[in-house]
């Protein structure tokens, strides 16, 4: 049973397109990573699987179930990108309240509170949290009830790097326990060693989904070789210009060293070519990071949506 399943789902605001014709599923103990430029749309996913909107074409399976029935709402946790609580009640107040509205035990709410760092600010007035430990709280209230399925948005903002950290350990914890997780970030770099999948939108399509080297494929961005020379850059310069057959072959110096931008299909050939010669005393290669794959899908598209909503 997957976590969720959009079947060619598009949705209308008014006459305007906000998605078009989506298909995207996430499966028990995956993390997938839900990326696009304000206005791209991600937003829009969330609330269709939360059942908060209804698809105008299209159909969206949650859990065996529909989205926005009640017996499945209950095995869904969320955190939105800005959480608010009331400022004169407790961490726990407040934790406790959420609970009695899912129907979680509250057995579990001082358990959560110490797993997200705020076992000793948890009767503190809420107006007294730091904008991070706001965001502690708010994942605790997202762990609720041992969810299925969870999805977060932006949910290392405000969070010093120990604090993120241990959000990713507790993430990886979920998965292993069969929590499906969706997570929406601007951060790419931050989120890329944690993530199993990731879908790109831009615009309300779907421009790319897959794992990084699935996306890497069809991206078919080049590879980057860094090469330390043995006796000297103009030798190896040599070497690479025999070998190479590639029109796209760009070579930088770059102190000492060479980095060499070269096409997928050539990179093998080349570094047989670079290994045989004795030219090289020691050569990094390094695959397009995510940040590199989502400039190359969605172009200009970020900058150019910057201001909108999602």
Do not use: W
């Not at 990573?33 to 074409?57: D, E, R, V, Y």
């Amino acid at each position: 049973m997957s976590c969720f399943d959009l079947d060619n789902v598009s949705y209308r605001y008014d006459k305007n397109p906000v998605l078009r014709g989506i298909d995207l599923t996430l499966e028990p103990g995956e993390i997938l990573g839900l990326f696009g430029h304000n206005g791209a749309g991600k937003t829009t996913c969330i609330k269709l699987i939360l059942g908060l909107m209804t698809p105008n074409q299209g159909s969206v399976s949650v859990l065996g179930g529909h989205a926005g029935d009640p017996q499945v709402t209950q095995h869904i946790g969320y955190l939105p990108e800005n959480v608010m609580f009331y400022p004169q009640l407790t961490g726990r107040e407040i934790l406790n309240h959420f609970a009695r509205l899912k129907g979680a035990s509250l057995q579990q709410v001082p358990k959560l509170l110490e797993q997200v760092g705020l076992g000793d600010e948890m009767d503190a007035r809420t107006k007294t949290y730091s904008k991070g430990m706001r965001q502690r709280l708010g994942l605790a209230q997202a762990l609720l009830g041992k969810p299925k399925l969870l999805m977060l948005d932006e949910p290392t903002v405000g969070l010093d790097p120990v604090a993120t950290a241990d959000l990713y350990r507790l993430l990886r914890k979920l998965r292993e326990g069969g929590t499906g997780i969706v997570l929406c970030s601007h951060v790419l770099p931050g989120v890329e060693p944690y993530i199993d999948r990731a879908a790109i939108l831009t615009d309300g399509a779907l421009k790319a989904a897959g794992d990084l080297a699935a996306l890497r494929r069809q991206a078919n961005m080049p590879v980057t070789l860094s090469l330390d020379p043995a006796n000297s850059i103009s030798a190896l310069e040599d070497v690479i210009d025999r070998a190479s057959s590639s029109s796209g072959l760009i070579i930088k110096s770059d102190s000492g060293r060479l980095r060499v931008d070269v096409q997928p299909r050539d990179k093998m050939a080349l570094l047989h070519a670079l290994m045989a010669s004795g030219e090289v005393a020691d050569v990094s290669i390094h695959q397009p990071s995510l940040e590199d794959i989502y400039v190359h899908f969605i172009g200009s598209g970020g900058l150019a949506h910057r201001g909108g909503s999602q």
